[in-house]
């Protein structure tokens, strides 16, 4: 996992996909992905490598890369407050 490999913490990732599935000439196939990325970080961790993480992931995935459409990505981050006993 790249955050492993970057040695970055993250509290919670939520991952929605809409998929546009059209009929064509030879049968039915995906023209169009919405990938929604929601990562939750602590307070005390740099909002901009959390961004860059996210990028590299969505570039290197298998899956996306797989697919002959086009693939948009919108990333959303929250920072979660540490929350003291």
Do not use: W, Y
């Not at 797989?66 to 981050?77: E, M």
């Amino acid at each position: 996992m790249i955050t492993k490999a970057k040695d970055f913490s993250f509290r919670q990732l939520e991952v929605a996909v809409e998929g546009l599935l059209e009929r064509e000439d030879h049968g039915r196939r995906f023209t169009g992905m919405l990938i929604e990325a929601t990562l939750s970080i602590p307070d005390d961790a740099n909002e901009e490598v959390a961004s860059r993480l996210l990028n590299r992931a969505h570039d290197t995935c298998f899956v996306a890369n797989s697919l002959q459409c086009d693939v948009d990505v919108d990333f959303r981050g929250s920072i979660d407050a540490i929350v003291q006993p």
